[in-house]
């Protein structure tokens, strides 16, 4: 089975910090996305990746950027975290060769909150 | 945007009981894919139909797709307590070919034993 694995459960961090999420599949998996979640919107695509040192912005990209120098890590980054980016951060993978009807496989998330 | 949306928001059943969720979208897809999500976890795959299919099954699972009508829907058949969960669909992004999907916001079901 696909294991995708996000370093933190739970992370408190404080207005203005440089904030990283961590993400790590095992299934040489091609690409890689950063979801947040948030009651009532939804899940919403930040950023993804289809391959190393690769990078696409998704809907929401304001206020983070993102890493991949190794195909099994995405890192997601923020600069500076404010309080409305409290929220559920998931990270997901899937194959590459055949894109859109691949599924992706999910990490069990980080819920980041910043005070 | 194609983002679809889950109908009802919420479902609330006894076990053993059927439920139905449905999902609408905009624009022409390739295909459509049912995600579950358990309290504070990530989404799990459940089931990928299609445009070309009219209907799918997968255990307990049966999964409709009419593409004229730009809907879909989720049957789960005997629920149990277990099933309690959210449900999103999803679809890929227009004109991608990256595997970028979007969510819907998901249909909360709880199942009373």
């Known amino acids: 089975d696909v294991k995708v694995t996000q370093s933190s459960r739970y992370l408190v961090k404080r207005t203005g910090e440089k904030v990283f999420l961590e993400c790590v599949q095992d299934m040489d998996h091609e690409n890689m996305f950063w979801y947040r979640q948030d009651p009532g919107l939804g899940l919403r695509l930040i950023y993804f990746s289809y391959d190393v040192k690769m990078k696409e912005k998704g809907d929401i990209p304001e206020g983070y950027s993102v890493s991949r120098e190794k195909k099994e890590r995405f890192s997601l980054i923020l600069e500076s975290a404010s309080t409305n980016q409290t929220s559920m951060y998931l990270c997901?993978?899937?194959?590459?060769?055949?894109?859109?009807?691949?599924?992706?496989?999910f990490g069990n998330g980080t819920r980041l909150t910043v005070t | 945007s194609q983002q679809g949306e889950e109908d009802p928001q919420a479902l609330s059943i006894q076990e053993g009981e059927n439920a139905t969720m449905n999902c609408s979208y905009k624009?022409?897809?390739?295909?459509l894919q049912w995600y579950r999500q358990n309290s504070g976890r990530g989404l799990v795959h459940l089931i990928l139909i299609r445009s070309n299919e009219r209907e799918k099954h997968s255990g307990r699972l049966r999964v409709t797709l009419d593409t004229s009508k730009k809907s879909s829907s989720l049957l789960i058949t005997a629920s149990r307590a277990a099933d309690t969960a959210s449900y999103f669909c999803?679809?890929?992004?227009?004109?991608?070919?990256?595997?970028?999907?979007?969510f819907g916001r998901g249909t909360q079901l709880t199942v009373w034993p």
């Open positions: 624009t022409s897809i390739n295909n």
């Open positions: 999803a679809t890929p992004w227009g004109g991608s070919t990256l595997g970028r999907l979007y």
């Open positions: 997901a993978s899937s194959l590459g060769r055949d894109r859109d009807n691949s599924p992706l496989h």
